[in-house]
């Protein structure tokens, strides 16, 4: 009698948790032990690099637009920070998250799935990056184009600004919380959604107020420049829509603490995947320390 046909499909599973158990075996400690403070500095390291680049590519783009005589263009000056960002989540999300704007941090905590005392300074490492990039680019190009400023376009007010930052920041905080969440999580690919995300809105909406969606991309380029004459847009803008989202959450998925979720925020996803391949029998049972909040 002819033997059946291996199952491929079971093949294929059996390498997935082979693969996913050994990578946890292998990873750091802090790649899965979020609750050790002692590992703190390699996150704020990695959101501090992250809004570096960020910042970099986001104000970069307007400076050299404005010393290159129009080169650069909208389009790409929308579309580059969104593939810096995507490529950021891919590159840095296991070390702290990949958070690289304040409004990201506040929402998480908001929804408990970030502790409150790890937001100061996530806050300030994103600060320092930011003020980093535009120091660099001071440096080489001088202080041109507002240093990339992000400011209201013409004919638009400053309160139309605001509407359009927080329109634009409830739905990025919207699909982060979402990518995010137990039953939606779709794990890299997020990465794709909010890029995705960011590059759309810049396209339509980077003319009425830039799009930042972020107060330390507007911050640092003020700050540097020592031009605050509109900041209060993209301060005010980005918090309003970031509370109108983790209402919208709230809403869609109840009160928060999924536990996805929280491991997303913090960078430790594969870690959990690792567990509940534990749990289901894959593999040891987990011994690690409980969650922080």
Not at 1 to 11: F, I, K, L, V
Not at 180 to 208: D, E, F, K
Request: aromatic residues 8%; glycine residues 10%; proline residues 6%.
């Amino acid at each position: 009698m002819a033997s059946s046909p291996p199952n491929r499909h079971a093949t294929s599973e059996e390498a997935f948790i082979t693969t996913a158990l050994i990578a946890e075996k292998r990873a750091p400690g802090w790649a899965h032990d979020f609750t050790n403070r002692s590992y703190e500095w390699r996150r704020i390291f990695a959101e501090a690099v992250g809004t570096f680049f960020l910042v970099l590519v986001a104000a970069g783009a307007g400076v050299v637009d404005a010393t290159s005589g129009g080169s650069v263009g909208r389009a790409p000056s929308v579309i580059a920070p969104a593939l810096m960002v995507m490529a950021l989540i891919l590159a840095t999300g296991a070390a702290s998250g990949a958070h690289f704007n304040p409004v990201v941090s506040v929402a998480f905590a908001l929804r408990r799935e970030f502790p409150w005392r790890r937001v100061p300074a996530y806050v300030v490492g994103q600060l320092i990056g930011g003020l980093l990039a535009c120091l660099f680019l001071r440096a080489m190009f001088g202080t041109v184009g507002h240093l990339g400023a992000t400011l209201p376009g013409p004919h638009m007010t400053d309160l139309r600004a605001f509407f359009i930052e927080a329109v634009l920041t409830c739905g990025l905080i919207t699909t982060i919380l979402g990518t995010a969440s137990g039953a939606q999580n779709v794990g890299t690919l997020s990465a794709v959604a909010v890029a995705g995300y960011i590059a759309l809105a810049g396209l339509w909406a980077s003319p009425t107020s830039g799009a930042s969606m972020n107060p330390v991309r507007s911050f640092a380029p003020a700050a540097i420049a020592g031009q605050f004459d509109h900041y209060w847009v993209y301060l005010a803008g980005p918090v309003a829509g970031m509370l109108i989202a983790v209402v919208i959450a709230q809403a869609l998925r109840g009160p928060g603490g999924d536990a996805m979720a929280a491991r997303a925020a913090q960078g430790t996803l594969d870690s959990m995947l690792a567990k509940r391949l534990k749990s289901a029998g894959h593999g040891p049972a987990d011994s690690s320390a409980p969650e922080e909040h």
